[in-house]
């Protein structure tokens, strides 16, 4: 009965902070290593830009979501504790991309991703969750799918890291809309 | 021992999948809808019809690399779609997504592909797109 489990949890777990502190750190430790090669860093700094453009998404996303008066209070409260790991992420990619000599994109308007992610469609929790775990599990795969191209190995191990947070949100959004789970192994990037 | 349960699929989800049967590409040990393949691998940046991280895939098909107007591209993309002449075809589309660094040296996307077969599930449904 894990979906059933799932989904209680998720509608009734409220936000407590997990990574950023620790992840902050972690990327800014790798950064100074990455700063003496810097072809190698300067590739590195546009793929983790790259990730800084998810991470701004789904921070709105996840605004979009919390402000649409859709969402009941014990998936509301889940939908901020997600939102504020794409903070942490968010924190730590800055950090790391400004130690590393790069410029950090910007964050475009709330207006702006509402268009781009189609939020006036958006008209039931349901539809938020969808919606969310879409993009939970693209941002994942997405992680994941460019581990092989960083120089520098331990922001590799990194974006593995950032890819379980998304898997694992993908998986709490799956059990919340009682949706099976993956029916073969290795389902997650390819 | 634990035991796990996977909930049975519901029948708006049986009927969606009678109806798009066609649209369906074997993956490995799965059937996986081309689009619900490509949401999965390329959804976390694109869409087909609205630009986001990466910009929008439709019109795909024959397009010039870095020629979407409204989009920020990095110089090497836009080079390569105004100095080199590159377009988007079944051809380019393989090499961009094995090694986009091979075909591109200096874009921005890093985000590669391994499974050929998903490769192949993708890009044709890429090239689908009006």
């Known amino acids: ?190 | 021992m634990p035991t796990f349960q996977v909930a049975p699929m519901s029948t708006k989800a049986r009927q969606y999948a009678a109806l798009t049967f066609a649209a369906f590409s074997l993956v490995g040990h799965a059937v996986v809808a081309a689009n619900e393949l490509y949401e999965a691998r390329c959804g976390g940046c694109h869409s087909v019809a609205q630009d986001r991280v990466g910009p929008r895939h439709s019109g795909l098909a024959n397009r010039l690399a870095g020629s979407v107007k409204e989009f920020g591209y990095s110089q090497a993309l836009l080079n390569a779609g105004t100095k080199d002449g590159l377009r988007w075809s079944a051809v380019t589309l393989e090499r961009w997504l094995t090694n986009p660094e091979a075909l591109v040296p200096g874009q921005a996307m890093g985000y590669s592909l391994a499974n050929p077969q998903e490769r192949k599930v993708i890009i044709d449904y890429l090239l689908s797109l009006p």
């Open chain 1, 1 to 190: 009965m894990l979906i059933q489990a799932t989904r209680r949890h998720f509608m009734g777990h409220s936000a407590t902070g997990v990574l950023s502190i620790a992840a902050v750190g972690l990327l800014s430790g790798v950064a100074t290593g990455a700063q003496a090669q810097s072809m190698d860093a300067s590739k590195d700094v546009a793929i983790l830009n790259v990730a800084l453009g998810l991470e701004h998404e789904a921070i709105n996303a996840y605004q979009l979501g919390a402000g649409s008066n859709l969402l009941q209070k014990g998936a509301l409260d889940v939908a901020l504790l997600f939102q504020s790991h794409h903070k942490a992420h968010r924190d730590a990619l800055i950090a790391t991309i400004e130690k590393m000599g790069g410029k950090p994109v910007m964050e475009k308007s709330l207006a702006d991703y509402a268009k781009a992610l189609g939020a006036d469609g958006l008209k039931s929790q349901t539809d938020v969750l969808m919606l969310a775990a879409k993009l939970e599990l693209g941002a994942a795969n997405a992680y994941l799918g460019v581990i092989p191209a960083f120089k520098d190995a331990k922001l590799a191990q990194i974006a593995g890291r950032l890819a379980s947070d998304e898997t694992m949100h993908w998986t709490a959004l799956r059990g919340a809309l009682a949706q099976a789970l993956p029916v073969g192994a290795l389902s997650f990037g390819a």
